[in-house]
């Protein structure tokens, strides 16, 4: 039975964290687009992305600091070969995801960004197929109809799907993101999840900067106007977001951490109608009930996998 109990409570944990992680980024969306406006993908992504490594080092040396001081037995070093590795690969991953995601602006609307990039929902499972993860059938029919709800809160009646290169672009991100996703599930259980979430922001920052001087030229002046959006995005959005979504899927099984990391679409939609006094269409209330429902049934085939384990 303490078993038992233990495998609830990790489990509410890790939901709690990746809400927090889809609420995060569902109000950061609005500075990834304003930011765009002033400087351009590499610059934006690498500046945000070190951004978000340089906050969490001194939060993983003060509580290195605490530890040594607060515990007898010695402790153990989390700065460990396995740690550079595992940081090595996701900064590769996270370096392409998120400049895809980014050079997608430049040819399509936010709104079918976002739906396309929803897509991880489904490249998740299905990659996990390649490494032999079964996914019960319950959360399968979660996953569509989350990605249902995504449709109805991210495009409008009317507006055209006509297939463009930002939407490949897009399409490319999401693959990446399920492979991001899968890679975090896999890491975060052997090494420390702070660290590893700094080491992969500054390697893809570090390869972001380095394509910005090769094919951009960054203003200084553009910079500094778009010093707003580069701090929520840099420190909310990369420093705190992804490192309490490794945290988070520690927890977590990897579909249901993606349907959970979804709710950002829910979480703009309703950021945008408080900031800005606008009052959500009965389209949009349709798909965050679609969504909220997915989440919670989606609970249910997490507790019964569970219970089978």
């Known amino acids: ?39 351009e993908a590499f610059t934006f992504n690498g500046i945000r992305t070190v951004m978000g490594g340089l906050f969490l080092l001194p939060v993983i040396f003060i509580r290195e600091i605490l ?9 153990k070093n989390i700065f460990t070969k396995k740690a550079l590795k595992y940081g090595i690969i996701l900064g590769l991953i996270f370096f392409t995801a998120s400049n895809f995601q980014q050079f997608a602006f430049y040819y399509s609307t936010a709104g079918k960004i976002a739906f396309i990039t929803a897509l991880y929902m489904f490249f998740v499972p299905i990659l996990g197929l390649f490494i032999k993860k079964k996914v019960p059938l319950l ?3 979660c996953v569509v109809f989350g990605f249902v709800g995504t449709y109805f809160l991210c495009i409008k009646p009317g507006q055209s799907l006509d297939i463009n290169k930002g939407d490949l672009l897009a399409l490319v991100c999401a693959f990446f993101y399920g492979i991001h996703i899968l890679s975090v599930e896999k ?26 001087f090769i094919f951009e030229t960054p203003v200084i002046a553009n910079i500094l106007v778009a010093a707003k959006p ?7 959005s990369c420093g705190i977001a992804y490192t309490l979504q ?19 679409s ?26 909220f429902a997915a989440i919670v049934v989606s609970q249910f085939s997490a507790k019964t996998s569970n219970q089978m384990l």
């Open 1 to 39: 039975m303490k078993a038992k109990v233990t495998t609830s409570k990790t489990q509410a944990k890790g939901v709690f964290l990746l809400l927090i992680t889809a609420f995060i980024w569902g109000t950061s969306f609005v500075a990834q687009s304003i930011g765009m406006e002033k400087i």
């Open 67 to 75: 530890k040594r001081k607060n515990e007898e037995k010695k402790v």
């Open 139 to 141: 959360t399968w029919i």
């Open 187 to 212: 890491f975060s259980k052997e090494v420390d999840g702070t660290l590893l979430s700094c080491l992969q922001f500054f390697v893809g920052g570090g390869l972001s900067i380095i394509m910005m």
């Open 230 to 236: 580069l701090l929520y995005s840099g420190i909310m």
């Open 246 to 264: 490794i945290i988070g899927q520690k927890y977590t099984e990897a579909t249901i951490a993606s349907l959970l990391m979804c709710m950002e």
């Open 266 to 291: 829910v979480f703009a939609v309703i950021t945008s109608a408080i900031v800005l006094h606008e009052f959500l269409t009965g389209r949009e209330i349709i798909g965050c009930i679609i969504m």
